[in-house]
């Protein structure tokens, strides 16, 4: 598949904001999620943006998308310990998705 | 519930000796896919399926075997396992659509010594 990098770890205080990076090469990709894994657990889609978006939020997400640089980001505002999980980059041109490594991101009070 | 179920949880194997896991979902979804996750790697695509009979290599399908003979399960066929194939594995279905959420089954950890 494509290549799709992130940052391996983030550590983030209780009630700052994360931010987590990704960056992609496949210029067709038309779809790019975040899915969020807990320990033990299987991975969940947390938000998807297309392609010809630069932004969308949703509550206490805000995904920010630079099409011409390929970099895609998730803020977490006011980060809470239940927040403390791996998170997937994602990108798809169709059915198939190409994963990231993901980050483990740890919250500390 | 819309799910996706895996058996069994958690396997530990020996070389050589065949062994399935199965995966069934319960939303009627075309598309169903194996991964397998390891650290540092992320989630890696072994095989996946667009319907019943249909099914394609993703991009790591050496040593696995899939079959598609009914639209809800898929299972994952290791013919004879071996130490890298020690993984998560994970299932996980979608309607197929561009852009949809593809659902994941609880996953599936295989230890083969």
């Known amino acids: 598949g494509e290549d799709v990098e992130q940052s391996l770890f983030l550590s983030v205080r209780e009630g700052d904001s994360s931010v987590i990076n990704c960056t992609y090469t496949d210029s067709s990709s038309t779809y790019l999620y975040w899915y969020k894994q807990e320990p033990g657990a299987g991975l969940q889609l947390l938000t998807y943006?297309?392609?010809?978006?630069d932004m969308k939020q949703d509550q206490r997400l805000t995904v920010l998308l630079n099409k011409k640089d390929k970099h895609l980001s998730l803020r977490i505002a006011d980060t809470q310990t239940g927040d403390s999980a791996i998170y997937f980059c994602a990108e798809s041109s169709d059915y198939k998705l190409s994963f990231g490594a993901g980050t483990t991101v740890t919250v500390r009070a | 519930e819309a799910q996706v179920t895996q058996n069994p949880r958690y396997l530990i194997t020996v070389t050589g000796k065949k062994l399935t896991v199965t995966c069934s979902q319960n939303m009627n979804h075309e598309y169903m896919s194996w991964y397998r996750q390891d650290p540092g790697l992320g989630l890696r695509q072994i095989y996946y399926?667009?319907?019943?009979?249909?099914?394609d290599k993703g991009d790591v399908p050496e040593g696995y075997k899939v079959s598609r003979k009914e639209k809800r399960n898929f299972p994952l066929i290791l013919e004879s396992p071996s130490p890298n194939q020690t993984s998560l594995y994970f299932c996980a279905s979608s309607r197929g659509l561009p852009g949809d959420e593809q659902y994941f089954g609880p996953g599936t950890r295989l230890t083969v010594t």
């Open positions: 943006i297309f392609s010809n978006m």
């Open positions: 399926s667009m319907n019943v009979e249909v099914t």
